[in-house]
């Protein structure tokens, strides 16, 4: 079983930078990894995901804003959040899909982030 525990998440102001953090408890160097976020009442949606081998992709609603990346020595991947605008959702969640040993889908507690002036 693996665990993801998110970080970094707090108080921004609009058009500030905050940067999120997910450490999983065992080695991510065989599993995709990304971040989704949630609004009150709405359905989680996809931030952005990087592959095993780095390959990134990001949602449209944040392209050229937030920035996805991993150290696989450090089992944790980040998600740089930059021009941070208030209608971006409040809490970020960290996903694993783990082809090796044994495939597995794996999902954080989540961090807030509140957007405010």
């Known amino acids: 079983q693996v665990q993801l525990v998110e970080s970094g998440g707090g108080l921004v102001q609009p058009g500030g930078s905050l940067r999120l953090s997910c450490a999983a408890s065992?080695?991510?160097?065989?599993?995709?990894m990304g971040w989704y976020r949630q609004a009150p009442g709405k359905q989680r949606e996809l931030v952005a995901t990087i592959t095993r081998g780095g390959t990134t992709n990001c949602a449209d609603s944040v392209k050229g804003r937030f920035t996805i990346s991993r150290d696989n020595a450090k089992n944790t991947v980040y998600l740089q959040m930059n021009s941070v605008k208030p209608k971006d959702p409040t809490v970020y969640y960290c996903?694993?899909?783990?082809?090796?040993?044994?495939?597995?889908?794996?999902w954080g507690q989540g961090t807030q982030v509140t957007v405010s002036s």
């Open positions: 996903s694993a899909r783990y082809y090796y040993p044994k495939r597995g889908d794996y």
């Open positions: 065992g080695s991510i160097f065989y599993a995709d």
